[in-house]
C-alpha cells in the first residue's frame, strides 16, 4: 500500500476575501498542497504561521492592519522554515527590491494568471528566488542604472518604515492609530513624518498630506 502523500501547507494573507478563495481554489486543485490557514492582517497572520507551520506563506504587501514588509521580516527572523512568496494586485515594481531585501523570496502580480501562481509558490518552495521576466528585468535595470537623485521616483527615498507611515497617512489614517498598528510611538510617528517632509522637500503638514493622498490613489490606479 503506497504511503499518503504529504501535502506542502500554505498560508493565504490578504485583506480581500475574493482573492484568498481565488488562491484557496487554485491551490485545492494540486495534489500536493493544501491551504491550511488565512489571515487578513500581519498579526493575525503571526498567530495563524505559529499555529500551522506552514512551508510557504502567500501573502499582499497592503493588509487590513499591520505592515507587509514587517511581517515578511518576522516571519524570516520566527519561521525561517516559512518561504514567502508576495503577491500584489498590480505591476508595482517600486516595491520588488524592498521585499527581497526584506527577505521575500518571491514576487509575483495576480494578473500573471493562474500557472504562474502555482509555478511561484513550487519555485520558493523549492528554495529558489521567483519573479516574472518582466520582474527580473526591472531590477536588474534597478540595480545597474543610475544612482542619485533622478534615480527612481521621489519616494524611493523613504525607509520602509517612512513608506509604511506615509501610506498610512495618504489613507486618512490618524497618527495615534498609524502608532499602534505600527507598534511604535505616536513620538515616533511625528519624527518619521518630518523626515518625510525633509525627503520629499514638503514644507507642512497640509503638503504632506495632499502628496501622500495622491500617491496612495495612484498605486491604487496601477
Not at 499591520?66 to 518576522?74: N, T, Y
Not at 518619521?192 to 525627503?199: D, L, Q, S, V
Amino acid at each position: 500500500m503506497f504511503a499518503s502523500l504529504v501535502k506542502k501547507r500554505v498560508v493565504l494573507v490578504d485583506d480581500h476575501p475574493l482573492i484568498r478563495q481565488g488562491v484557496r481554489m487554485l491551490v485545492s486543485q494540486e495534489a500536493d498542497m493544501e491551504i491550511c490557514g488565512e489571515a487578513s492582517g500581519a498579526y493575525e497572520a503571526l498567530q495563524v504561521i505559529q499555529q500551522t507551520q506552514p512551508d510557504v506563506v502567500v501573502a499582499d504587501l497592503r493588509l487590513a492592519e499591520g505592515s507587509g514588509l514587517d511581517l515578511i521580516r518576522d516571519v524570516r527572523e520566527r519561521f525561517p522554515q516559512a518561504s514567502v512568496l508576495v503577491l500584489l494586485m498590480r505591476d508595482e515594481g517600486f516595491f520588488v527590491e524592498r521585499v527581497l531585501r526584506a527577505g521575500a523570496r518571491g514576487y509575483i502580480t495576480k494578473d500573471e494568471g493562474p500557472a504562474r501562481v502555482i509555478e511561484g509558490i513550487r519555485r520558493v518552495l523549492a528554495g529558489e528566488i521567483y519573479v516574472s521576466q518582466k520582474m527580473a528585468t526591472r531590477l536588474m535595470s534597478q540595480i545597474a542604472g543610475p544612482r542619485g537623485a533622478d534615480a527612481g521616483p521621489a519616494e524611493s527615498k523613504l525607509t520602509d518604515r517612512e513608506l509604511a507611515v506615509f501610506e498610512q497617512i495618504g489613507r486618512g489614517v490618524p497618527a495615534r492609530e498609524i502608532a499602534d498598528a505600527l507598534h511604535i510611538s505616536v513620538k515616533t510617528v511625528e519624527s518619521h513624518r518630518e523626515h518625510i517632509k525633509e525627503k520629499l522637500g514638503l514644507d507642512n503638514a497640509a503638503e504632506l498630506l495632499k502628496h501622500a493622498i495622491e500617491w496612495v490613489g495612484n498605486q491604487r490606479e496601477r
